[in-house]
């Protein structure tokens, strides 16, 4: 009987340096738009793209405002193993700057 197997590699056809993304005041509605796709590829190219604006204070801030952490927080669900990883690669970076650990969220 034939076993289904996850990798945990990135797939080989995704090139993280190829992603077309928005620029400027639209990148991260933009991502944030891919992130609710229903393709696949989509997601993990928006996951990708997050990962790397991320690391910038500003871009957490920004995404905070937008409504992306609930985004993020629906694919911690996905059933693909790439988007979970990246998903939660992208909440790493989030928590570990001072923006994401003291964001002011109102209604929790």
Excluded: F, W
Excluded at 31 to 48: G, P, V
Excluded at 76 to 95: F, H, M, P, Q
């Amino acid at each position: 009987m034939a076993h289904s197997q996850n990798s945990m590699e990135l797939p080989i056809n995704i090139n993280a340096t190829q992603i077309t993304t928005a620029y400027g005041h639209r990148a991260l509605p933009k991502l944030k738009e891919e992130l609710q796709s229903e393709d696949l590829q989509t997601r993990q190219k928006a996951l990708m793209a997050l990962c790397d604006l991320m690391h910038d204070p500003e871009c957490i801030y920004k995404a905070m405002n937008i409504g992306c952490m609930e985004n993020l927080k629906a694919l911690l669900k996905d059933s693909n193993s790439v988007v979970r990883i990246k998903t939660t690669e992208v909440l790493y970076i989030t928590a570990s700057h001072s923006v994401g650990r003291s964001s002011d969220r109102k209604g929790e």
